[in-house]
């Protein structure tokens, strides 16, 4: 019995030979099932493949936005973070390898495929995780932040590649949304989570990981000292590695492999689908913008597809997405107890609330993207909301204002991230251009990351008015680059209506608005 690999290979012969209406023939592949069983189908792979990437996505942002957390758990005080630019500095390095190596790691990741290549990373940066909590100077966060990169660089950007390789266009946004709404959980409750593990500061046994304690600014006299035991943000690390080993773990038995694999078995991996149904699911990709197989790998040809102006496009457009949603997620917990007032306990139990909003946000505008085939104007609505929000939470002095500003800036960011995945996904074809855009995309995503792990200074506190300001010209940009994207697509889907020039490489295909 042929592969399902070995049948479109098949069929692609035929189709350039024009002895068969390709059409027709992925009709037949597809209504093998009927539309009850179809929908059975689709709803195994949703239950297998997006929420397990959900769950890893989870713990890999909480491993790697966990600093904001465990700084105001008293590891600023242990590690002397506030002295200079420190804080900025471990929070920087992290993107440094995360961005550089993002392109080659999608590559690896095709190679090697997602049901080896995203658990073992896990698992590795799990580990790295528990080592956290054992550093005893600041110095030695850099180090094992640039391997947390590297760990990390083919994760993000591979999980999106994968999604996008198993939906047609217009099923893509919803679960794009659900994988990054299961995975912003952690920024929702990543903070009630470590105010958990806090409370065992003081347990267990350990060379000098006890509390350190000695004057502030409030209390200039008080004397200097260690508790005993494990501090509490050494345990916040410790735990939080463990949970992500776990993850790990679960991936090596349900990670799934491009469509095209999906019926064979691998290592301890489960198979879910029979070789029929993987045909369904290819059938339904080849028919949507027939690029289900990659093709063999030409370092020459992959490189020539950043030629793409759009691809750059779609990147500017996530990585001025992301200053935001770094910037929030590193810097939220210090925002709202040094420049709200709020209690540590407080400032991390609310977190939550916005990230909670934002979820139903995202996945009431995926569900209409879906519906009526629309990208763009999420996009833009989210850019405006951010700007209302941002100067709410930058220029007001009133707490309760400036908190819901923390709202409205949360929803706007996060909710943009899944809305910008699917619309780049949507105006892309062929496997390793798929594959690029989705790296350069992630990639510019970490400059984001770095340019808003800066803007946000200690000394700018209480309004951190740079930090808004940058932020705010992110969003106007956000806005602008859109509309720019959206005038050139309207113009080559005029052009191809009209006969001219095709899109994408493929008859019928056009730009999705």
Known sequence: MAT????????????????????????????????????????????????????????????????????????SYDLALTVGARYSIITLVFFFTYVFLQPPATVILRKVGPKWFLPVTCLAWGILTIGFGFVHVWWEMIPLRLVLGVLEAGFFPGCAYLLSCWYPRYELQKRNAVFFLIGSMSSAFSGILSYGFMQLNGQGSGNNLGQSFGPTAARPTAPRGRQGGIAGWRWIFILQGVLTCAAALVGFVTIVDFPEHAAKRSGISLTFLNEQEADFVVARIEKDRNDAIASKFNLREYLRCGADLKIWGFAALFGLTTTTTYAIAFFLPIILR??????????????????????????????????????????????????????????????????????LATIAANANVPCILTWQANNIRGQWKRALCSATLVGTGGIGGIIGSTVF???????????????????????????????????????????????????GFRYTL
């Open 4 to 75: 399902v690999e070995e049948k479109i290979q098949d069929e692609r012969v035929e189709y350039i030979k024009g002895e068969s209406d390709s059409e027709t023939d992925y009709d037949a592949r597809i209504n093998v099932f009927s539309p009850e069983q179809q929908k059975k189908i689709i709803r195994r792979i949703d239950i297998r493949l997006v929420s397990t990437l959900g769950f890893m996505y989870c713990v890999s942002l909480m491993d790697r936005t966990n600093l904001g957390i465990a700084a105001v758990a008293g590891m």
């Open 338 to 407: 040094n420049g709200m007032g709020f209690s540590v306990a407080m400032s991390q139990i609310l977190i939550a609330p916005p990230y909670v909003a934002a979820a139903f946000v995202m996945y009431g505008m995926a569900w209409a993207g879906d519906k009526w085939h629309i990208r763009s104007p999420w996009v833009i609505i989210n850019g405006l909301l951010a700007l209302i929000g941002l100067p709410m939470l930058g220029f007001s002095s009133n707490v309760g204002v400036r908190y819901f500003g923390v709202f």
């Open 457 to 507: 200074r200690s000394q700018d506190a209480p309004g951190y008015r740079p930090g808004i300001i940058a932020t705010m010209l992110a969003s106007g940009l956000i806005v602008l680059i859109s509309l720019l994207l959206n005038l050139k697509f309207w113009r080559a889907n005029k052009r191809a209506e009209a006969g001219g020039k095709i899109i994408e490489g493929l008859e």
